[in-house]
């Protein structure tokens, strides 16, 4: 392996969202969390000292939602596996020290990384394989059909529900995660942190949308083939499935022995497939099937919060504006510039000071489509905002809906611009 968003009150809905992961399963472990559809910026070029990668940037549209394990597997998930099925992993875990890089140490392995685990800590030195080897015995034992992230889900979950809240300048440190030191490699104490290596799961407090351990504790096989960057990478956020580096795959999220960069949602590293490593795990994830509101009526009404919005924005009426905020859910608007603005009040405050600015208007909103499960809804709009008659910018508005007793109510609208001068 090579070194070198409050997100709304309305999430915390979803942390009822929580689905068994299957019979066997312990039940602290067994559970996967609905994460909502949407939309966001991925990556960012960045040159780490090995050229450009991690770029370009491009928007990454979820349409439907997905589940996410809780937490990452455990040591003693993986030896029910490894009894149950008689697989046997190859002893080929891979260790740093700063004389030597990375090497192959015949004597770690998955039971015996090289340091103290129990049972409810994350397995590590698993290669790719054997995630995949384990997905597939869990997936004959429960019928279910789990499978590893996609790394697109995973800088999605990152980015909106990340703790450190990194786009906003807060950091990853030791009171909500399992790091290590700033400056590369090892493990390190401190606050809450009190392991060198890995911690239990679910030590720290959970992100946004109800996940542990997304940052640091190990870092997590992503399903993707590894590429530097995301030139004809995929944008609905599935797998890049075809490997241009023989057996080279995406791990994601930083471990106990990392800190600085390396906590960025953006940072990707790779590992090879057949291969474990001292700071490497995985957690699952799942494909949820939805039911699309194909049906206009349906559609029109899922919709009617967030067009209603739009449409009063339209209007610049501001008292429309509010009405149509006290039906959300402490929303969260991302502009498409990169501006957050979170809360009714601050969102109503932003929109009134905008209103008094001339020479601008807004086309009708165009709805494009509805996806929904029946508790969530991802609500896509176009609309066109006009500055001159040279000067036309075509916005998507992508919005995440939950759905309470007196309605759907808006969770947050990530704006994209699609088109302009």
Known sequence: MQHGWSVWTAIAVLGGLVMPLGAGASERQAQLVTIPAGSYVMGKTVNYGYGDMDGPSHTITLSQPFAMGLREVTLGE??????????????????????????????RSWDAPGFAQAEDHPVVCVSWRDAQAYIKWLNAKTGQTYRLPTEAEWEYVATIADLGDVR?????????????????????????????HTAPVGSFPADRFGLHDIRGNVWEWQSDCYDQDYHDAPMNGSSRDVC?????????G???????????????????????????????????DVVRGDALTTSASIAQPVTGMLEAIRRRDVDALGAFLAHSTDPEIIYYWGDVVSGRTAIAQWHREWFKEQGWMLAPEKLVNVFTDGNLAQVNHTIEYIKSADRKFRISFASTLIREQDGWKVARIQQTLLEGP
């Open 168 to 196: 906003g300048g807060g950091a990853v440190t030791h009171e909500i995660a399992n790091i290590g030191k700033v400056e590369c490699c090892g493990g390190e104490t401190g606050g809450r942190d009190t392991w060198v």
């Open 254 to 288: 930083a471990s106990y022995g990392d800190g600085g960069e390396y906590l960025s949602e953006r940072l990707r590293l790779r590992g090879t497939e057949d291969e474990g490593y001292f700071t490497v795990g995985f957690r699952v994830a799942q494909t949820l």
């Open 78 to 107: 993986y030896r029910a596996f490894i009894r149950e099925s008689g697989y046997a992993p190859a002893r080929k875990c891979n260790v740093y020290k700063a004389d030597a890089k990375w090497f192959i140490d015949p004597k």
């Open 244 to 252: 241009p580096a023989m057996g080279y795959h995406v791990v994601r």
